[in-house]
């Protein structure tokens, strides 16, 4: 029997005396047909340290995390630390460190932090003293409070032992970065961590600081960033190093900042059975969201599904933070599922990121959530969105623009809202910037938003050469090319080149549907039909009167229905209505669809 709410289980058993509930445990073990939960109701039967019950439940523990069951063998793991006699000496220990590791698998922080108070209440050595304070930091992720107090406590233990100092400047630096936001002196950090593991030969150390290292130099846009991840490369792997943090997987990021989907994939398949193996779950999840990534930019839509759903459900099913998934949740949705349900996601992410004080998911988030709004028609609600989130990098001083794309989403928003001068100088600055980083996966989507200014100015025939050569440079990334090539018809049309257009929107709607990215078929199949339909874009529209004709121009320019009331002098419920009115007259169904169907405002 299991409760939906784990409190109420929880509060029934507390309330009864401790001779009530292992009466009732010992009855459960009689009844349970479950091996391993048998084995946890006799030990929770015993009473007090019993050697006998710490060996079932470390026996039980290591059954449950075989099958996957995280949760349990945590439980199970703690039990027996906590059965184990102190006087058992290093078995004592080996145990309650064991526990906090399959706490920290899980993400169960408290009883991570009452299984590390077992091992520094205790005679340990130095280094698994230095070990339950790591491990602890780990599990802690972006929970960790008074991280100061506890991170001088480890460097403290570990005076003098330059391999465990390292360790912990990892540890720190991985703060600074995320929760601090200052990549600069995280960087600095984990170069400390290097020399120091270096000087004794600490292989392991060495490697997880050169990963490190080499992941904020390319933030920071050093370009000694490639030789740092091949220094670490180089390096024997050490199987204690936890997968998402392997030099591995970073060089499988990098593929992906590169455009390189299929290499990153044939790294990141034997990582994600190594994790799985391991009983990881957030590094489970991290491989499952690189991998999901990694199909959706090689336009295997419902691959990419397949692996956010299963990063999705593992992250619903822990304690771990919800910022990560939900980004990646977020992009895959929006690009093959729904986009009411990706931005959802990505709402859910930027909430959850601002709680635990996460800059970096925060960005990421933020940058999804703008990127919805964009492609959903809302210019004016993606803009402030996307200005948080430039302000956001800037403050990290993230220096690669192949890192997190905004640039180009800021760039088109700006042209949809009429801003052509900050959109030109935002796209000159980024091209520059990556130019001299040799970022060139960057340049092409870039050349999408100038062509899209190209066109707002008048110059067509400009625009049309910069979208025909970006969607040819594209070829290998279907969505993006599916992507420019409905701006190419968007800018045909507008230069009254209707056949071409017709055949762009036709190559768009193709690519969208082959590839099962359903809400960018949608689109291009309505872009199609408005093109097949009539001769004129006025001609669209000859059953709207005056008044609908200007609130729909107003809402597809991205106007809110206040916005819109205060233009045209009415109420909210009054443009509310007229709005229904042009979606049934037009047999439309959302702004999204109202942004493509009617020429914007001053358009």
């Given at each position: 029997m299991r409760f939906t709410a784990s409190a109420i289980g929880t509060e029934l058993a507390t309330r009864l005396p401790g001779n009530a509930r292992r009466r009732l445990h010992a009855r459960l073990a009689e009844a349970s047909h479950d091996s391993v939960r048998r084995d946890r109701h006799t030990v929770l039967a015993a009473d007090g340290a019993d050697p006998r019950s710490a060996h079932r439940a470390a026996r039980a523990a290591v059954r449950a995390r075989q099958r996957g069951d995280h949760a349990l063998a945590a439980e199970l793991s703690f039990l027996a630390a906590q059965r184990t006699p102190?006087?058992?000496?290093?078995?004592?220990?080996?145990?309650?460190?064991?526990?906090?590791?399959?706490?920290?698998?899980?993400?169960?922080?408290p009883r991570g932090r009452a299984a590390a108070r077992l091992v520094l209440g205790h005679d340990a050595t130095p280094e698994q003293r230095v070990d339950a304070l790591i491990t602890l930091i780990d599990a802690s992720g972006r929970h960790l409070h008074g991280a100061d107090e506890l991170f001088a406590a480890a460097l403290h233990t570990a005076a003098g032992r330059p391999g465990l100092t390292g360790q912990i400047l990892i540890r720190q630096s991985i703060w600074a970065n995320v929760n601090e936001g200052d990549p600069r002196r995280a960087c600095a950090l984990a170069g400390q961590a290097t020399a120091l593991a270096e000087t004794v030969g600490d292989t392991t150390t060495t490697v997880m600081a050169l990963t490190m290292q080499a992941r904020l130099q390319r933030v920071l846009g050093h370009a000694d960033a490639e030789t740092t991840l091949g220094r670490a490369?180089?390096?024997?792997?050490?199987?204690?190093?936890?997968?998402?943090?392997?030099?591995?997987?970073?060089a499988a990021r990098h593929a992906l900042f590169d455009d390189h989907p299929d290499e990153a994939r044939t790294v990141l398949l034997p990582l994600l059975v190594e994790a799985e193996r391991a009983g990881d779950a957030e590094a489970t999840v991290d491989i499952l969201r690189s991998l999901a990534e990694a199909e959706l930019r090689a336009g295997r839509c419902a691959r990419a599904l397949h692996h956010a759903d299963r990063a999705q459900a593992l992250t619903d099913g822990t304690a771990l933070s919800a910022a990560p998934a939900c980004y990646t949740s977020a992009l895959v949705a929006g690009a093959a599922r729904r986009t009411d349900l990706a931005l959802a996601h990505a709402r859910r992410g930027v909430d959850t990121a601002r709680q635990e004080d996460n800059k970096v998911y925060l960005s990421r988030n933020l940058f999804a959530l703008g990127h919805l709004l964009l492609a959903t028609g809302r210019p004016k609600e993606a803009l402030e969105v996307l200005e948080e989130v430039r302000a956001l990098e800037e403050l990290q001083q993230v220096g690669d623009p192949s890192v997190l794309r905004w640039h180009p989403e800021l760039a088109e928003t700006f042209v949809a809202l009429g801003r052509l001068d900050q959109a030109q100088s935002l796209l000159d600055d980024t091209?520059?910037?990556a130019t001299a980083l040799g970022r060139n996966a960057v340049l092409p989507p870039l050349e999408r938003a100038q062509a899209l200014l190209d066109a707002a100015r008048g110059h067509y025939d400009t625009a049309a050469r910069r979208l025909t050569d970006a969607a040819d440079r594209l070829r290998h990334l279907p969505l993006e090319r599916g992507r420019t090539l409905l701006a190419l018809s968007h800018t045909e049309r507008r230069g009254r080149r209707r056949a071409s257009a017709r055949t762009a929107a036709q190559s768009a709607a193709d690519l969208f549907t082959v590839h099962q990215a359903h809400p960018w078929a949608e689109t291009a199949v309505h872009t199609l039909g408005r093109l097949e339909a009539t001769p004129t874009d006025h001609n669209a529209r000859p059953r709207l009167t005056p008044a609908e004709l200007r609130c729909a121009e107003l809402a597809a320019a991205g106007a809110s229905n206040r916005d819109i009331a205060t233009t045209l002098t009415v109420s909210v419920k009054t443009v509310e209505a007229t709005l229904t009115r042009v979606y049934r007259k037009l047999g439309l169904h959302s702004r999204f669809q109202l942004a493509h169907a009617i020429t914007p405002a001053g358009d």
């Open positions: 102190h006087d058992h000496g290093e078995l004592f220990t080996e145990r309650a460190l064991t526990a906090v590791r399959d706490a920290a698998h899980y993400g169960d922080l490369l180089s390096l024997p792997r050490a199987a204690c190093i936890p997968v998402n943090g392997t030099p591995q997987h970073l091209r520059r910037t």
